[in-house]
Nanobody, 122 residues
């Protein structure tokens, strides 16, 4: 599975962005999909995950109520709608794929996209 993330950019605090990630390869619907982020000088952290059928989702506490993950298995795509953005959301955002059930540990994701920069100004 090859992943490509896009949609990042510069936005003011309180604004919104929608990240997209497209996948090539077969059996996209057999993969749990996740979004992670890494800020300068910090470790990569889990942001949101969505199960194979798009029903089950899970979020980091820091983004609950502000971010929404979704997927379209007919388009081999996963999305992250980010609202009420804060300067602390500034990071490179990565999408990732893991075979099987929903999980949050980055080490359990096998495939990673190249990352897209999100910068939130105060």
């Amino acid at each position: 599975v090859q992943l490509q993330a896009f949609g990042g950019g510069l936005v003011q605090a309180g604004g919104s962005l929608r990240l997209s990630c497209t996948a090539s390869g077969r059996a996209f619907s057999s993969y749990t999909m996740g979004w992670f982020r890494q800020a300068p000088g910090k470790e990569r952290e889990f942001v949101a995950g969505i199960g194979r059928n798009g029903v089950s989702t899970t979020y980091a506490d820091s983004v609950k109520g502000r971010f929404t993950i979704s997927r379209d298995n007919t388009q081999n795509a996963v999305y992250l709608q980010m609202n009420s953005l804060k300067p602390e959301d500034t990071a490179v955002y990565y999408c990732a794929a893991a075979p099987g059930a929903l999980r949050i540990a980055g080490t359990s994701y096998d495939y990673w996209g190249q990352g897209t920069q999100v910068t939130v100004s105060s």
